[in-house]
């Protein structure tokens, strides 16, 4: 076990266009090489393509989207007597994210 003590988890800014850290997160993970301005152009572009298409607001596509792809339950080794069995536990909204 470290003793260093706990590491703290820096609050991830909200997007410059709809206000929301999922979207910055979604923002990051789709990022190469650093290239974040890249990367915003593309999910932007992307949204408002399918807005169009869906006549709705582009926010409430990438809403949409997220909750589908979502996963709703994980597997967690759970040991009973000598075997380790593959138990099904919901997962905390938190991880649930991008």
Known sequence: MPRKGHIKK????????????AVTKFVNS???????????????????IAAQKLNTEPFDVFQKAMENVRPLVEVRPRRVGGATYQVPVEVPAERAQV
């Open 30 to 48: 789709l990022m190469r090489q650093g290239k974040k301005s890249v990367a915003e152009r593309i999910m932007y572009d992307a949204l408002d």
């Open 10 to 21: 820096h609050p991830c800014l909200p997007d410059t266009r709809f206000g929301s850290q």
